[in-house]
DNA sequence: TCTCGCGACGAACAGTGTTCGTCACGAACA
DNA sequence: TGTTCGTGACGAACACTGTTCGTCGCGAGA
């Protein structure tokens, strides 16, 4: 303990225990995203964070409110890898699609960080940057700002929402301990037509009649649906 | 400790003690939701509810396999109260709104019970009679096997999303120890605006011009804006 | 009447988020 | 240069959480 104050450390030792030593908010929020990465959502504590740092979990405490905070933190930095093209209102149709579905693409590649989109209300400056480009977006093609503003509040819920239902998704997939999207999909499918097509005909007639239909599209391909859902309506606002 | 096994307790004793005794999966899930309606779902423990009905934790467990599985069923149990009009396929639009509407009244007459609802992959009974109610009045109405699923997915979703975003405002009031929804929705609405109006307007010109319209929607309106977005979209899909 | 199984349940385990008090270190000031 | 002072690091502890184990007593079946 005391020999590293004492006597000199090698130059190589003293730049990582600095590093080691310097916490900041940044610092804690990546680690916490590695965490989350590697070990899901479930798995992110401030022990565990603090841990990786080196640390116990009242350092942690000096760069942030507590754990709702740094949920809130990584959940934006996330949302901060979402890639928005030049907005073009003329295809505004065209890139509020490419946006819902990057932006699903991102927090997908986050294990569960989805499982903290919906636990607060975002306000964070990534979060606005998205925002802002979709209401910008939406009012270049021509709605009203009454629209807008409702189409940007239920896009935004939708894209979270659906990213939350994945969420869900992978932390089964995971407490199953199975390896990939792929096992799990077949199997929860599986199950779930099994289960659908025993149940009573007389009091489920349009689900037993349906289960091939029930079970038909993936994930992906129901996202997909929802969103165009919405695109086609807001588009039907236009004047 | 030993008197009431050595001593022959009085009668009324000992009826209170048998209903005290006679544990069952019905009444724990009652007594849950009795819970969650009192003091809100971050106060549902299994302590809590054990502590409710007399005795510790431990003995919950022979009626119910964890927490996961009492909150399913809680949930599944609220889902029970949704009331649901004989089917008619010609107003299918009109009793698709009434269904949502009342799902949503449902939920949010029980506290901040929502937030069980994205919790797990939904398939009590009273989850499936709701679908099955769905289901047929989207086939009923014309639509596709395949449509109609994809409809009653995104549906399913659009309801529990939107009941969960006003869980999490649930939540916030409580924390914030504010009477009712009134106060808080003043308080949130205005906090909303001025943060809105402080951003720099040269990097977020359009909520910066339009923070009026941002605000001028309640949630119920919102849900409904969405829910028209969304039925609409779907008798589109109609040959 | 005796036995046997099952449910009630006290205690404990392994975790959680968070707070308090102390302590060392680096910067600012005399 | 010497000394104070404040801030951040951090060990320990608190009050919880969900869950499991082992015991114990009661009621039903033999």
């Known amino acids: ?14 730049a990582r225990a600095q590093v080691r030593k310097q916490l ?6 990546d680690t916490g995203l590695r965490v989350l990465d590697a070990e899901g959502f479930d798995a992110l504590s401030m022990r565990r964070v603090a841990q990786e740092l080196g640390t116990g ?9 507590g754990k709702d905070e740094l949920l809130e933190l990584i959940y934006d930095r996330v949302l901060g890898e979402i890639r928005l093209p030049d907005p073009d ?11 819902a579905i990057e932006a699903q693409r991102v927090l997908t ?12 209300i975002p306000s ?9 480009y979709v209401l910008g977006l939406l009012i270049g093609a021509g709605l009203t700002p009454r629209d807008a503003s409702l189409g940007l509040d239920r896009l935004s819920l939708y894209v979270s929402s659906d990213a939350y239902e994945g969420s869900v998704h992978y932390a089964r997939m995971k407490a199953a301990g199975m390896s990939g999207p792929g096992e799990y999909f077949t199997q929860f ?14 009091r489920f007639p349009y689900i037993s009649a349906n289960v091939d239909a029930l079970i038909a ?7 997909l649906y929802g969103l165009d859902l919405i695109i086609a309506g807001l588009a039907a606002k236009l004047p």
Do not use: C
Request: net charge negative.
């Open 1 to 14: 303990m005391g020999s590293n104050t004492e006597v000199p450390p090698p130059p190589w030792r003293k």
């Open 24 to 29: 900041s908010q940044e610092l804690i929020v």
């Open 57 to 65: 979990p009242a350092s942690l405490y000096a760069h942030v409110a």
């Open 89 to 99: 209102p003329a295809r505004w149709q065209e890139q509020i699609r490419a946006y």
């Open 109 to 120: 590649s986050h294990a569960d960080v989805a499982r903290a989109a919906m636990a607060s």
């Open 124 to 132: 964070g400056p990534n979060s606005l940057r998205v925002a802002e």
């Open 189 to 202: 499918i599986g199950s779930l037509a099994r289960y659908f097509g025993s149940l009573p005909a007389d």
């Open 217 to 223: 599209d993936d994930g992906e391909a129901r996202f």
